[in-house]
């Protein structure tokens, strides 16, 4: 019995010495244990808080793009409403625009020009924004309006544009150079037919440059029509078109008799004629054709 005993005691003292190993060795062991623990949960708790960040990112994105859209649509309706009122408020409708084709120019474009003209087509002509057109002519007649009948002239050697000239020249009163500008009216005091005009308008300053040089000699106003092919130097307030066409020029005139006779309460805007009647192709008279005009 003493010696069951004594072996269950040694028995249990190596069991003791055992287990003070296994306590040792997991002290030693217990720091680098605890923090790998710690560390695999904390590493967890911000791959969650990670996924939850790039979950509300994408989210934030997606609402974000969804805005955008949203924002486009309305954007876009936007636009398309103000282009309706905007064709709605025009002085003619765009489809007698178009069929004038006033809003074709040359393959000529001037830097003065340049912020009017939108693109070019295959053949290289330049093509004016008909809104910008319609804004310009708007503002030529509020300009023209200033002036009394008696100190405008209106200058225009193109031919294609005599008939619609000379018809804005009997509804406004203003008085017309067509055909030939006769050099020194406005500046030659010692001329018998010399006149002081206040604004001059020109149809092409090339073609017209004489009636634009003196109009600048006397230090008087300018109306002019420009192409793209024209330059805006010297002019006080431009209209923008195509001036090598009579249909354009028809429609110039016509708005801008029309306009003036309005805006300065004159009778004579019941006799304007319909549209189609200044768009209409203008045929030389036969006279003109042997003075050789």
């Known amino acids: 019995m003493i010696k069951d005993t004594l072996k269950s005691k040694e028995k249990k003292s190596d069991k003791e010495e055992t287990g003070e190993k296994f306590s040792e060795e997991m002290k030693e062991e217990a720091p680098s244990l605890k923090q790998r623990a710690e560390k695999e949960s904390l590493e967890t708790e911000e791959k969650n808080k990670i996924s939850i960040i790039d979950k509300k990112k994408e989210l934030l994105e997606k609402a974000k793009k969804l805005a955008e859209k949203i924002s486009e649509v309305k954007t876009e309706e936007l636009k398309e409403k103000i282009k309706i009122k905007k064709r709605s408020e025009m002085l003619i409708p765009l489809e007698d625009y178009v069929k004038s084709g006033i809003y074709i120019g040359t393959k000529?474009?001037?830097?003065?020009?340049?912020?009017?003209?939108?693109?070019?087509?295959?053949?290289?002509?330049?093509?004016?924004?008909?809104?910008?057109?319609?804004?310009?002519?708007?503002?030529?007649?509020?300009?023209?309006?200033?002036?009394?009948?008696?100190?405008?002239?209106?200058?225009?050697?193109?031919?294609?544009?005599?008939?619609?000239?000379?018809?804005?020249?009997?509804?406004?009163?203003?008085?017309?150079?067509?055909?030939?500008?006769?050099a020194g009216i406005l500046t030659n005091t010692q001329l018998p037919d010399f006149f002081e005009n206040e604004l001059t308008i020109i149809t092409d300053s090339w073609l017209d440059k004489n009636a634009l040089n003196d109009t600048l000699k006397v230090n008087k106003k300018v109306l002019m029509i420009c192409d793209t092919n024209n330059f805006s130097k010297g002019a006080d307030q431009i209209i923008i078109g195509n001036n090598k066409s009579g249909k354009s020029l028809g429609i110039i005139f016509y708005l801008l008799a029309r306009g003036y006779c309005k805006n300065r309460n004159l009778k004579t805007i019941d006799e304007i004629p319909d549209l189609e009647w200044w768009t209409e192709e203008y045929e030389m008279p036969k006279e003109a054709k042997r003075m050789g005009y």
């Open 108 to 182: 000529v474009v001037t830097p003065n020009m340049r912020p009017f003209v939108y693109r070019r087509r295959a053949d290289g002509l330049a093509i004016f924004n008909t809104d910008l057109i319609d804004e310009k002519l708007k503002e030529g007649i509020e300009y023209l309006a200033k002036f009394a009948p008696e100190d405008v002239v209106l200058v225009c050697k193109r031919e294609v544009g005599w008939k619609a000239a000379e018809r804005f020249s009997q509804l406004t009163g203003i008085r017309v150079f067509a055909k030939k500008y006769p």
